[in-house]
C-alpha cells in the first residue's frame, strides 16, 4: 500500500493499518496550512478556490478522472470526425437562475481569455439571446395542448415600498401567480388565488416558523394539492418540486420548494438588488467544461492547487476529537494514506454516509447519524442532436403532465461557438433534456417507468413525446432532422438493472436538523456540499456552491487566521417585509397561525 503524504503520518494510522514510513509528498510553502478536500465537483472547488486565495496549501481528490462533479460537461465517445472534438454533453442541462449570486461571484474570480469579468462573462442573460418579446418557451400540458411562448425580458416591477401593506402583498402575489405558472387566472380563479395565498405565508413566515413547522409539512399538504384540479396538481405542485430539484411534492418540504419559489419571486418582481444579480435566468454559451469548468480549474492549479483523480475517499482514522489522517483508493484497488491540517468531505452523501457514519466518527460527532436519513432521487439527461435548429418550441420546453416529468433547453442560439464546430459537423442543435422521475410509467410509447426501460426505450419515449406535443408547431421536430442521442453516462444497465452513479439528494420533510452544518464536532473534519444546511436549502450549484463558501471559512475560522472573511450571499429578500416576518415570530410563540393563513 502507497502513502500519500505531505509529510510523515503523524498519528492514527494504526486503525487505518497503515504503514508508517513510505515516500513523502512535502508541502508547498513551509508553514502552509495543509487542507484536504474530498470531491471536486463544486463545493470542493469553492473551499480550495478559497482557501488557496488565503495561502492554504490545498490538495484535491476525486474518484473520477475528470473535475466539476455533476455539473461536468463531457463528450460522446466516438463521436469526433474531421478533426473536431466529441459531441458536447451533459449530466443535465446548465440553467443559471437570476437569483444566484455566489455562483456569479465564483465565476468572476476565474480569468476567461478577453473577457474582462472572466467566466461571468460566458453567462448570457436572456435579454440578451430573446427578440422583443423576450426569451422563447414552449409548454405542454397534454397532447394537443401545446403553447409556445416567451420568459419575459422585463417583467413589470413591485413597489417595494408597499410591500409591508399585507392587502397590497396579497394583490401582487394574486396577479403574478399567473404569470408564473403561465395560467389565466380566469382558468382556475379559486386554485390560483390560494396558491397567491400560501406563497403569501410562506414569504412572510419567519425564521422560526420556516425551521419549526415548514419544514415538517410537505409541499403537497402545504398547497392542499390532493383536492386541487389535475392541471394544478401537474404545472403548481409537481413543476415547481420536480422540474427544478428532482424531488416529490408530497416528500419535498415547504422550506425547500417555498424558498425556490420565494427567490424566483423576489427576482422578476423587485428592481435588481446587485450587480451579479439578472432577470429570471442564464445561459452559459458553450459546452460547462469548456467555458466554465476547465478554466476554474486552470485558475486553482495556478494557485497551487493540486488534484488528485481516480481516487475515492475510503475512510477517516479519527482519534478523540481530530481526524489523525484518511484513506483513499484509486481504481485498481491500490489505497494510500492522506495526512493533512484539515480535512473536507465534498462528496455527495450517498457517497460520503459510509465514511461519515463510521463508528469512530460518530462517536466523535454523534450528530452525523441524520445523515443515513437523507434522501436521493434521479435527475439525468437525455441529449438529443438534430440537424438543424428548433425554430418555434427553441428555449426552454415542458411537458408538464408527462409522468417523467420532461423539462429540456435547446442550445442553438445560446452558443457563441457554433455547434457544427463538434463530431461530424452535421448537428446544428442539441436539446439538452432532464428526466426527473424515473419510478412512475411512461405514457407515449411505454407504460414501463424509466428505470425498467434500456436505454433506447428511454430515448424513444421522450424523443415520440417531444414531436407529438411540439412538432405540430415545429417541423424541426421531426425523425428526418434527428441525427443522434446520448443518454447521461451515470444511468448503466447490467443484466436487467439499471443504476445511476450520481443521483440528486433532495431535502425532503423533516430532514433540515439531519444535515450537517459544515463544521463539526471533530475540530478539523468539515462536510460541505449542496445537501448540508444552507440559505439556498435546495440541492443546486449554488447550494453547492454556499455549502462550500460556509466550509472555507469555517476553516478559517478554526485555523485562527487573519484573513479576509470568505463572503457568502444569501438570496435577495426585501427588507420591507422584515415587519411581517417579526409579527410572525410573535405569532407562532403565542400559538397562532401567519395572518395569511385561513
Given at each position: 500500500m502507497r502513502q500519500f503524504s505531505r509529510r510523515s503520518f503523524i498519528a492514527g494510522t494504526a486503525g487505518l493499518g497503515l504503514a508508517a514510513s513510505m515516500p513523502t509528498v512535502r508541502a508547498r510553502a513551509s508553514g502552509a496550512r495543509r487542507v484536504a478536500v474530498f470531491g471536486g465537483g463544486m463545493s470542493g472547488l469553492v473551499v480550495a478556490h478559497e482557501l488557496a486565495e488565503r495561502g492554504f496549501s490545498v490538495d484535491v481528490f476525486d474518484a473520477r478522472p475528470v473535475l466539476g462533479g455533476k455539473a461536468r460537461s463531457f463528450g460522446v465517445p466516438g463521436s469526433a470526425a474531421g478533426g473536431r472534438p466529441e459531441l458536447p454533453a451533459e449530466h443535465g442541462f446548465r440553467f443559471f437562475p437570476g437569483?444566484?449570486?455566489?455562483?456569479?461571484?465564483?465565476?468572476?474570480?476565474?480569468?476567461?481569455?478577453?473577457?474582462?469579468?472572466?467566466?461571468?462573462?460566458?453567462?448570457?442573460?436572456?435579454?440578451?439571446?430573446?427578440?422583443?418579446?423576450?426569451?422563447?418557451?414552449?409548454?405542454?400540458?397534454?397532447?394537443?395542448?401545446?403553447?409556445?411562448?416567451?420568459?419575459?425580458?422585463?417583467?413589470?416591477?413591485?413597489?417595494?415600498?408597499?410591500?409591508?401593506?399585507?392587502?397590497?402583498?396579497?394583490?401582487?402575489?394574486?396577479?403574478?401567480a399567473a404569470q408564473f405558472a403561465v395560467t389565466p387566472m380566469d382558468r382556475l380563479p379559486g386554485e390560483?388565488?390560494?396558491?397567491a395565498r400560501c406563497v403569501a405565508v410562506y414569504v412572510t413566515?419567519?425564521?422560526?416558523?420556516?425551521?419549526?413547522?415548514?419544514?415538517?409539512?410537505?409541499?403537497?399538504?402545504?398547497?392542499?394539492?390532493?383536492?386541487?384540479?389535475?392541471?394544478f396538481q401537474q404545472t403548481i405542485a409537481n413543476m415547481t418540486t420536480m422540474g427544478l430539484v428532482a424531488v416529490k411534492p408530497q416528500i419535498c418540504s415547504v422550506s425547500s420548494a417555498g424558498n425556490i419559489v420565494e427567490a424566483f419571486l423576489w427576482n422578476v418582481l423587485l428592481p435588481l438588488p446587485g450587480p451579479d444579480d439578472a432577470p429570471v435566468a442564464r445561459f452559459l454559451n458553450g459546452p460547462t467544461s469548456q467555458v466554465w469548468i476547465d478554466p476554474w480549474v486552470s485558475e486553482l492549479r495556478r494557485l497551487g492547487v493540486r488534484f488528485h483523480l481516480n481516487y475515492r475517499l475510503d475512510a477517516l482514522s479519527v482519534d478523540g476529537a481530530r481526524v489523525r489522517g484518511a484513506r483513499v483508493v484509486d481504481g485498481s484497488g491500490t489505497a494510500r494514506s492522506v495526512d493533512a491540517d484539515y480535512f473536507v468531505s465534498a462528496i455527495p452523501v450517498d457517497r460520503a454516509t459510509g465514511v461519515l457514519t463510521a463508528p469512530a466518527v460518530l462517536r466523535a460527532d454523534p450528530s452525523l447519524e441524520g445523515i443515513r436519513d437523507l434522501r436521493t432521487e434521479w435527475m439525468n439527461g437525455l441529449m438529443i442532436y438534430l440537424r438543424q435548429p428548433l425554430q418555434v418550441a427553441r428555449g426552454v420546453l415542458g411537458v408538464l403532465d408527462h409522468p417523467w416529468t420532461l423539462s429540456a433547453v435547446s442550445q442553438a442560439h445560446l452558443w457563441s461557438r457554433g455547434i457544427s464546430g463538434y463530431g461530424n459537423g452535421q448537428v446544428n442543435e442539441i436539446v439538452s433534456v432532464d428526466i426527473s422521475t424515473w419510478d412512475r410509467p411512461g405514457m407515449t410509447t411505454t407504460t414501463?417507468?424509466?428505470?425498467?426501460?434500456?436505454?433506447?426505450?428511454?430515448?424513444?419515449?421522450?424523443?415520440?413525446?417531444?414531436?407529438?406535443?411540439?412538432?405540430?408547431?415545429?417541423?424541426?421536430?421531426?425523425?428526418?432532422?434527428?441525427?443522434?442521442?446520448?443518454?447521461?453516462?451515470?444511468?448503466?444497465?447490467?443484466?436487467?438493472?439499471?443504476?445511476n452513479a450520481e443521483p440528486l439528494t433532495v431535502q425532503t420533510v423533516g430532514t433540515w436538523s439531519k444535515r450537517p452544518k459544515g463544521p463539526t464536532a471533530i475540530g478539523n473534519l468539515f462536510v460541505a456540499g449542496d445537501w448540508i444546511q444552507t440559505n439556498a436549502n435546495v440541492v443546486s450549484m449554488e447550494g453547492a456552491n454556499e455549502g462550500g463558501r460556509i466550509v472555507a471559512q469555517a476553516v478559517l475560522d478554526a485555523a485562527g487566521v487573519a484573513a479576509e472573511p470568505v463572503v457568502r450571499y444569501d438570496y435577495y429578500v426585501p427588507p420591507q417585509l422584515d415587519g411581517l416576518k417579526a409579527l410572525d415570530a410573535q405569532r407562532l410563540a403565542a400559538g397562532q397561525p401567519n395572518i395569511f393563513e385561513s
Open positions: 437569483f444566484y449570486r455566489n455562483v456569479p461571484d465564483s465565476m468572476r474570480r476565474v480569468p476567461f481569455p478577453g473577457n474582462p469579468d472572466g467566466v461571468l462573462d460566458n453567462l448570457r442573460r436572456i435579454s440578451a439571446i430573446g427578440d422583443q418579446d423576450g426569451f422563447g418557451g414552449a409548454a405542454s400540458s397534454g397532447p394537443g395542448r401545446s403553447i409556445a411562448g416567451f420568459l419575459p425580458s422585463d417583467a413589470p416591477n413591485a413597489d417595494p415600498g408597499r410591500l409591508d401593506d399585507p392587502a397590497y402583498l396579497r394583490e401582487l402575489l394574486k396577479e403574478s390560483m388565488a390560494d396558491f413566515s419567519s425564521t422560526q416558523r420556516r425551521r419549526a413547522v415548514w419544514d415538517n409539512v410537505s409541499w403537497w399538504d402545504f398547497l392542499h394539492a390532493a383536492q386541487k384540479s389535475t392541471y414501463k417507468p424509466a428505470r425498467e426501460c434500456t436505454r433506447e426505450e428511454i430515448f424513444t419515449e421522450v424523443w415520440a413525446t417531444l414531436v407529438q406535443r411540439f412538432g405540430p408547431y415545429d417541423p424541426s421536430l421531426a425523425p428526418a432532422n434527428l441525427h443522434s442521442w446520448f443518454l447521461d453516462p451515470a444511468i448503466t444497465f447490467d443484466g436487467g438493472v439499471v443504476r
